[in-house]
């Protein structure tokens, strides 16, 4: 590509009052950690964007990275040259020229410096005439173009832009605190931690594994749902719970049809100790109303009733269709649907309680030891940390 620089212009963080400037400091420290392995860029913070200076690095491959970065809304190519009229339209026939895919176009040029002898309007005539005397390809089309050329003409130099590309949105991970995510190996829950980590909140997960029914490739499948999560919210911590225990106990213990409704109030139990630990100020899950027993309203509000963390469900309202297309887009999917069963698939009732009542899981509860279960759970988790390179490192309970 042509461009010399990228300009990353701010979305929702534009908004912000008087704390705007920490969302952009936090932002700006996120790009440079992800940019870190480019090692010639230039980062240059102002009020309203960054400016990279490629400094000869690939475009294509730093619009890559940035395009998984929460808080950025969009990214500019742009060339800089000078002032003379020349020098302006050789820039614009650079970038129209760059652009093959498009086929129609349009000029947006302003003066910065008032004393340019040549204003806005007649800049937008000379130069769109100048892209249609040389690309015979392109139309002029000033309501919805493929290709829109911004043309800044500053004091000492002009910034010409080329075409748009859409950032992740959002805001800057770590902006909004730390969630606990429930993490199972299925489309729904990585979506959720997706969207999670887009309101700017660190998301560590918890992962339920029943050794000898689950087995190594369903924990492999966990990871490399973990590995992907990692491109777009940074280092993600996962938390492997062993819940084998706990399950026999539920299958020996609790009428089958209210099994499930046990299983995910302790993992609830287990989940909200290791957001304590780990300083999580709320819990989420992959749940979408109504899509199996366990999402009913009724079921959440009986498995809601063993926590006083909030419960995040960014899924609520979708249908399966539509978390599976987030799921494309972010490229979990093909992982997820790897034939390896998780935990809740293991003592599957044929006929689960969809309307589970709270005092009859209270009393079923009484049949079981929950604070020894949830206890021997939580200090048998195995804590990994998905990093940059990709690399697991096995952590201690103590991290």
């Not at 973990?226 to 280092?235: M, Q, S, T, V």
């Not at 009913?296 to 539509?322: F, G, W």
Request: aromatic share 6%; net charge neutral; with cysteine.
């Amino acid at each position: 590509m042509i461009y010399d620089y990228l300009v990353v212009r701010f979305g929702e963080i534009t908004l912000k009052g008087k704390n705007k400037k920490q969302f952009v400091v936090k932002l700006e420290n996120d790009v440079r950690d992800k940019l870190r392995k480019f090692a010639s860029l230039e980062i240059k913070r102002h009020f309203d964007d960054l400016e990279i200076k490629l400094n000869h690095e690939t475009a294509d491959d730093v619009l890559a990275v940035l395009k998984k970065v929460f808080g950025i809304q969009n990214i500019w190519p742009a060339i800089k040259v000078g002032t003379d009229i020349e020098d302006i339209r050789e820039g614009v026939l650079r970038i129209a020229n760059q652009e093959k895919s498009a086929e129609t176009f349009k000029i947006a040029a302003r003066r910065k410096d008032k004393r340019y002898p040549i204003h806005g309007s007649e800049l937008n005539q000379d130069l769109g005439g100048t892209v249609l005397k040389h690309c015979d390809w392109l139309h002029v089309d000033v309501h919805d173009p493929d290709l829109r050329i911004r043309v800044d003409v500053g004091y000492h130099e002009t910034h010409i832009y080329g075409k748009e590309v859409q950032g992740a949105g959002g805001l800057p991970v770590g902006a909004s605190g730390k969630v606990m995510l429930l993490l199972s190996g299925g489309i729904d829950s990585p979506v959720a931690a997706y969207l999670v980590a887009k309101r700017g909140a660190i998301v560590e997960a918890v992962h339920f594994q029943s050794p000898p029914y689950t087995s190594d490739r369903a924990k492999q499948k966990v990871i490399d749902l973990a590995k992907k999560l990692r491109e777009y919210g940074g280092k993600f911590v996962l938390h492997l719970v062993p819940f084998t225990e706990a399950q026999v106990a539920i299958r020996d213990a609790v009428p089958e049809d209210y099994r499930i409704t046990i299983m995910r109030r302790l993992m609830f139990r287990i989940a909200e100790k290791q957001a304590a630990q780990r300083g999580a100020l709320a819990l989420a899950t992959g749940e979408s109303l109504g899509q199996v027993a366990s999402q009913t309203l009724e079921s959440m509000n009986t498995i809601n009733a063993v926590t006083n963390l909030p419960i995040l469900r960014p899924l609520i309202t979708m249908d399966k269709i539509d978390i599976a297309k987030i799921a494309k887009e972010i490229d979990t999917y093909e992982i997820s649907i790897r034939p390896y069963e998780d935990c809740c698939t293991i003592f599957l009732p044929k006929a689960p309680r969809t309307r589970p009542d709270r005092n009859h899981a209270a009393r079923f509860e009484q049949k079981l030891d929950v604070e020894a279960l949830v206890r021997e759970a939580v200090d048998g988790i195995e804590t990994i940390v998905i990093d940059e390179d990709a690399q697991e490192d096995v952590l201690s309970q103590l991290l």
